[in-house]
């Protein structure tokens, strides 16, 4: 008598799997800014003129100028400078270290990757706000002590312009680098072109009117040079945000869902 066993299978609870939140991917972003030595270097540079210009403020302001607002004013601009490419760094980390076909295989969805890289980005914009708000603290008090004016008046609007400003500077530095997808491309491509556009603007009289509209240097500076902006030039700044931002965003989504992943 022969006796044949059936074949049995065996099945266990099925696990759904979830995905990863937005805020964990966010906290993933933020922490590659730091993995590597460029990431680092540029944070850590950040930090240090923010620093380095208050500490020149200090000993070239006279007494009655050494004003919280004259700490915080000219560490923005400078601060501005670097923040594309952080946004650079954050967006193009995955194509320049190779690890694209990793993040991708385990975050299928590429839009949602890409948003919290630039979440990550918004983060940093607005932390390199905070630093330059605590230099200045740390500037006007020793001001106080050593003698100068250490007066905390001031236009206190400037806060929030200078957290609008980083932000635009920190997402068009992202907009190139999802527009190009290569480092140093996106950051030749973010200094040459609003560089050349100035030269332009400069010779040919006809692109003078529209330099006020298009250029992010003419759009930005009111930010910090004027207590209230009006309407206008509200609405100047979000024309500018739309070509040098929105647009490259939108494309660079676009080519970044499509491109093939190797």
């Keep these: ?19 990863p939140s937005i805020a964990r991917l ?18 850590a540079t950040i930090g240090l003129i923010a620093v380095a210009v208050a500490v020149v403020q200090l000993f070239r302001l006279d007494d009655a100028e050494q004003t919280f607002t004259r700490f ?3 560490t923005l601009p400078l601060v501005g400078l670097l ?11 995955e194509w320049t270290q190779r690890t694209a076909l990793t ?14 890289k630039l979440a ?19 500037g006007t008090l020793a001001a106080k002590a050593t003698g100068g004016a250490g007066s905390w008046d001031g236009e206190w609007v400037l806060v929030p312009h200078a957290a ?15 527009l190009l997808l290569n480092t140093p491309l996106a950051i030749f491509g973010y200094l040459l072109l609003p560089m050349v556009w100035d030269i332009l603007a400069k010779t040919i009289s006809a692109l003078q009117g529209p330099a006020t509209w298009l250029h992010p240097k003419i759009t930005m500076d009111p930010l910090l040079n004027d207590n209230e902006m009006t309407a206008g030039q509200w609405g100047r700044l979000a024309v500018t945000v739309l070509v040098w931002v929105a647009v490259p965003l939108v494309a660079g989504m676009l080519r970044t869902l499509r491109r093939e992943v190797s």
């Design 164 to 178: 609008v400003l980083q932000l635009v500077w920190g997402l068009m530095g992202a907009a190139f680098g999802l």
């Design 103 to 116: 993040t991708y295989a385990l975050v299928p969805h590429r839009e949602r990757v890409v948003l919290a």
């Design 83 to 93: 923040l594309p490419a952080v946004g650079i760094l954050s967006i193009n980390s």
């Design 120 to 138: 990550a980005v918004v983060l940093a914009a607005l932390t390199s706000v905070l630093v330059s708000l605590a230099v200045a603290t740390v």
């Design 1 to 19: 008598m022969t006796m044949t066993a059936e074949p049995t299978t065996e099945s266990g609870p099925r696990v759904a799997a979830v995905r």
């Design 72 to 74: 915080l004013t000219p």
């Design 26 to 43: 966010t906290s993933i972003e933020l922490r590659k800014l730091a993995d590597t030595r460029a990431g680092r270097w540029l944070l």
